[in-house]
């Protein structure tokens, strides 16, 4: 059965940091690539931060590229997710997510089988 389980979640304030993890289970961890995505109330799940099997392929989106950084454990089975400088607007339900790296990278929801339950970040001002 897989499992992905995310920790490290909190409030913050405004400008802290924050490490979130992602625990894999179930799967050959060597073989996924792992994403992060997160969802504020009332909007659509979006894409952070991406990594390949490899860790050397790695995607952010705009909001957090140079304030976010995400690595990979492989010994662990466990992805993590530096966040530096959070804003208010890094509010959010943060999930990791897993896909079998046989089928292509992609840093796309829509393309990611298995979730965890994802981890609350609430930065305050």
């Known amino acids: 059965q897989v499992q992905l389980v995310e920790s490290g979640g909190g409030l913050v304030q405004v400008g802290g940091s924050l490490r979130l993890s992602c625990t894999v289970s179930g799967l050959k961890f060597d073989d996924v690539n792992v994403g992060w995505f997160r969802q504020a109330p009332g909007k659509e799940r979006e894409r952070v931060a991406c990594?390949?099997?490899?860790?050397?392929?790695?995607t952010y989106s705009d909001s957090v590229k140079g304030r976010f950084t995400i690595s990979r454990d492989n010994s662990k089975n466990t992805v993590f997710l530096q966040m530096n400088a959070l804003a208010p607007e890094d509010t959010a339900m943060y999930y990791c997510?897993?896909?079998?790296?046989?089928?292509?990278?992609?840093?796309?929801?829509?393309?990611?089988?298995?979730w965890g339950q994802g981890t609350q970040v609430t930065v305050s001002s």
């Open positions: 990594i390949n099997w490899t860790g050397l392929s790695i």
């Open positions: 997510a897993a896909q079998n790296a046989w089928r292509g990278y992609y840093c796309d929801r829509n393309k990611y089988t298995d």
